[in-house]
């Protein structure tokens, strides 16, 4: 759904607010305290809930897929040298 809303942009404290409520906080389901990205662009921005990140549940945790692991096993050795270009050099 989109909607466009003319507001105004107005003197908050010492810097400058936009009033989020009505339409502009119900369709995207604002709440108090609810995270938000802001994206700034020269002729405005765009505000937008943060997307929680999805839980994978994974089939090993990290200690167990580090355990019993040593220098010798974890084949170092093998691993490319990284180029200059590839660094940012």
Do not use: R
Request: hydrophobic share 35%; proline share 9%; aromatic share 6%.
């Amino acid at each position: 759904m989109s909607l466009k809303i003319d507001a105004k942009i107005q003197k908050w404290g010492s810097g400058l607010g936009l009033k989020i409520s009505g339409p502009m906080k119900d369709i995207p389901h604002f709440l108090e305290n609810t995270p938000v990205t802001v994206e700034v662009f020269e002729d405005g921005f765009t505000i937008k809930k943060v997307t929680p990140p999805i839980a994978i549940n994974l089939p090993y945790s990290e200690e167990q897929l580090l355990e019993g692991l040593n220098p010798y096993n974890c084949h170092a050795d093998l691993l490319a040298t990284p180029l200059d270009s590839e660094l940012g050099e």
